[in-house]
């Protein structure tokens, strides 16, 4: 087991008093048999009520309203996980998936379709073009070995950007710019697994790596396909590797754009600053 703390502060800085509408926070990590919350404080200026629920993937939700105005909200989330993901690659697949191209089962297939079907529908040629050079009808692989194939092609041939503004870019803008952020890379991973005929999804949540670069702090985003017989396995094409311990789930989604960390909205005049922290640290 590994224990780690992590601190994830926003700042949002107004030029004048405002009044925050309500706001959606997906920072509490994903509980289950690898992962367990050992403690979780929210602090919030200023004062909120908070509401938790589950959303539809089973994320766990804290709605914030507010009552009073402000010129600055605060969030700030300390938590400290116990990790028991200690060997990822510990997993057996169905015998009928081990091999690429299978077929799910009828049961699979009712509840997995939206995550097979391709998010994007331009960009489709180009992204069938790069596919062919990583795996042609009629080679014999195993569905792993592919996805791994993918995994690291995508962390060797493209350049890790840090972008600062929001959103997603599509396959196109990745594949022409042959760069992009974490966020950029996973979505990129999931619709050419999807192109694949294989259900992928979006994970949000943090990486526990040493500052550099590329990694100065922030959110991390990775992957996640299903594997009949495993269940959902994580790859994380910033890294070129499988998710194991220092990965900590936060959220997933089969839309990259659904889960940002914080959203909502503010009544005031416009213009605000943005103010990010996030701090991962082995205990």
């Known amino acids: 087991m590994q224990r780690y703390k992590i601190i994830h502060r926003t700042y949002y800085n107004f030029g004048a008093e405002v009044r925050p509408g309500p706001h959606t926070l997906l920072l509490r990590p994903r509980e289950g048999h690898e992962l367990r919350v050992e403690s979780s404080k929210l602090d919030i200026r200023p004062t909120a009520q908070l509401r938790w629920q589950r959303d539809v993937e089973d994320n766990s939700v804290a709605i914030a309203t507010f009552s009073t105005s402000t010129m600055q909200l605060a969030i700030e989330s300390e938590v400290i996980i116990q990790q028991f993901n200690l060997a990822p690659l510990d997993f057996f697949v169905a015998d009928y998936a081990v091999n690429y191209p299978f077929s799910f089962s009828l049961e699979e297939m009712t509840v997995l379709q939206p995550y097979i079907d391709c998010a994007e529908n331009d960009g489709r040629n180009q992204l069938g073009e790069w596919i062919a050079d990583l795996w042609r009808p009629g080679e014999q692989i195993q569905t792993f070995a592919l996805l791994d194939r993918l995994n690291v092609h995508i962390h060797k041939s493209l350049s890790y950007q840090l972008r600062e ?3 997603v870019q599509s396959v196109t803008q990745t594949l022409s710019l042959a760069s992009g952020s974490c966020r950029d890379f996973a979505s990129l991973f999931i619709e050419a697994a999807r192109h694949l005929g294989l259900a ?82 082995e205990l």
């Open 165 to 167: 503004e929001p959103g």
């Open 200 to 281: 992928a999804r979006f994970v949000s949540g943090y990486l526990h790596a040493q500052p550099s670069p590329t990694n100065f702090g922030a959110t991390h985003a990775w992957s996640e396909v299903f594997l009949p017989g495993a269940g959902w396995k994580g790859f994380d094409p910033s890294t070129g590797s499988v998710v194991g311990t220092d990965h900590i789930p936060v959220a997933v989604a089969r839309d990259p754009r659904s889960v940002p960390p914080v959203s909502g909205t503010y009544n005031g005049p416009p213009g605000a600053s943005l103010d990010v922290g996030v701090w991962v640290t």
